[in-house]
């Protein structure tokens, strides 16, 4: 009952209508199993307000929801009424997104989905696109010096959300200095903050690494000086014992 709540108290945000608004709220106070009718009442509604329009619903970190459902938080119908919401011409689209890929996921959830839903992985971007992402933004309003864009390409090889996270930091930079261009120091001062003070995404990556990777990934950091510098097998293998790391590659 709780979710569908504030899923219904979303929509009737978004559509500004007080009456769908009221039925949202009535949600809040229902059984479970009232909660099902209602919201079938409350999805019957939706067609007429949306005149023609579509509605998205993008779940981010779906992989939530699985966990919810273990732990007795929300219940598996609660996937099958999203599923049968579907199958009928109400102009709504469903996204789930998350980090986790599909083939990891377990069925027994999602199989209600698989026949109606498109696939699709998500992988780093292109070149071309990574310098989409860090200019179009922000066109107009933020002027890059020469080869800086380039230098968070080389960064961040288009890995989308950490391309984000250094343009972020750059605009919250200019914003507190209250100017509008970027320079190759001001990039080299927010990464320098980045790393400092790592993101959750990143602790959580580097502890999720085991020891052996943590090595290798931290002796490259330390010979590659420069974005793009190669590393030579051997000399990786040799690096923690020449400089005394403690470790050694067997």
């Known amino acids: ?7 219904g108290q979303e929509i009737a945000q978004t559509l500004a209508d007080p009456q769908l ?8 106070f229902a059984t479970d199993e009232e909660a099902y009718q209602k919201f079938r009442l409350f999805l019957d509604r939706l067609p007429a307000l949306l005149a023609g329009r579509q509605l998205v619903l993008l779940f981010d970190e779906y992989e939530i929801i699985e966990t ?9 119908g609660i996937l099958h009424l999203l599923a049968g919401w579907l199958e009928h011409d109400r102009g709504v689209f469903i996204i789930f997104t998350g980090s986790d890929m599909l083939e990891q996921r377990d069925p ?6 698989l026949g109606k839903a498109l696939h699709r992985r998500i992988s780093f971007l292109s070149r071309k696109d990574t310098l989409r992402l860090i200019r179009e ?11 800086v864009p380039e230098l968070i390409c080389e960064l961040t090889d288009g890995q989308p959300f950490y391309t984000q996270v ?85």
């Open 1 to 7: 009952a709780d979710f569908l709540a504030r899923l």
């Open 21 to 28: 608004q009221a039925v949202a709220d009535s949600l809040r």
């Open 68 to 76: 919810c459902i273990r732990d007795g938080k929300i219940s598996r």
């Open 108 to 113: 027994l959830y999602w199989q209600s989905f």
């Open 137 to 147: 933004p922000v066109a107009g309003e933020v002027v890059y010096e020469d080869g």
């Open 166 to 250: 250094i343009c972020q930091s750059l605009v919250d930079l200019l914003n507190e200095e209250r100017r509008r261009s970027v320079s190759a120091a001001d990039l080299d001062h927010v990464v320098a903050e980045i790393i400092e003070n790592p993101l959750p995404h990143m602790i959580f990556a580097w502890s999720s690494l085991g020891a052996l990777d943590r090595l290798l990934l931290a002796s490259l950091a330390a010979m590659a000086g420069q974005p793009g510098t190669l590393v030579d097998i051997a000399a990786l293998e040799e690096h923690p014992r020449r400089d005394n790391l403690g470790f050694a590659l067997d």
